[in-house]
């Protein structure tokens, strides 16, 4: 069960969270390709291909593994694999990563994140914690957020239990006080409590639990964890 007189703070997850991150990366691939097409045509047919673009991030992947928490990097380097495959001007991998990355900050929030944001963050000071690289202030919450830590910027992603334990030093708390929110199994729920902390599970699609022990609580959205926190 969930201990709601030790919570202190919170941390929260971003995609899948607070927005369905697949559409959101889905759109922004379909403009980064419509722009290539004006620039470097061949770079963009390959990118088009769902087979073709598949193994450029795998080798990309590959090839990077020592920066598989870098979402960031690992999006630059694919495109620029397809400008020299393609045999383009690998100098526009940064314009073309902006435009990737412009469009990639427009989610399509879920209906019940802005009032779950104003509950939560009137009532706890709440940290981003997310594997993502999603700009807080480019989408327009920043202001519900004390503080925001990225696996990119910290060089370690959930579910390791250092990146919870930099986020509740960020917070000034013992991981005990400290309740996290997201929706993935394993990243969030699971790897919050093996760094001591409590987690939520936000279970929006009728997942079954894959691990040991429970979290202490599971919702079905952020309308229901408000009420049970409430």
């Not at 073309?96 to 879920?110: N, Y």
């Not at 917070?171 to 990243?187: C, Q």
């Not at 599970?201 to 009728?206: F, M, Q, T, V, Y």
Request: glycine letters at 6%; one cysteine or more; proline letters at 5%.
């Amino acid at each position: 069960m969930l201990d709601i007189s030790r919570i202190r703070a919170i941390t929260l997850d971003l995609d899948d969270t607070l927005w369905p991150i697949w559409p959101t990366i889905a759109r922004a691939e379909k403009v980064l390709i419509e722009w290539l097409l004006t620039v470097a045509p061949g770079a963009s047919a390959l990118l088009a291909s769902p087979d073709t673009s598949r193994m450029l991030r795998a080798q990309v992947a590959s090839a990077h593994a020592h920066l598989s928490h870098d979402l960031t990097v690992l999006r630059r380097e694919t495109i620029r694999a397809a400008l020299r495959q393609a045999g383009e001007d690998e100098s526009l991998t940064d314009q073309g990563f902006d435009v990737f990355f412009a469009e990639r900050q427009r989610v399509d929030l879920f209906d019940d994140a802005i009032a779950a944001l104003e509950f939560l963050s009137a009532r706890h000071p709440v940290v981003a914690l997310s594997n993502g690289n999603a700009d807080l202030q480019a989408i327009g919450i920043g202001r519900y957020f004390r503080a925001s830590i990225s696996a990119r910027e910290f060089g370690i992603a959930k579910p390791d239990p250092r990146i919870f334990h930099e986020a509740a030093r960020v917070l000034d708390l013992p991981p005990a006080a400290v309740l996290h929110i997201g929706d993935d199994a394993t990243l969030d729920a699971h790897g919050a409590l093996g760094a001591g902390m409590q987690a939520a599970w936000l279970n929006r699609g009728d997942a079954v639990w894959p691990h040991a022990v429970a979290p202490p609580a599971t919702v079905r959205d952020l309308a229901a964890l408000c009420r049970l926190l409430g």
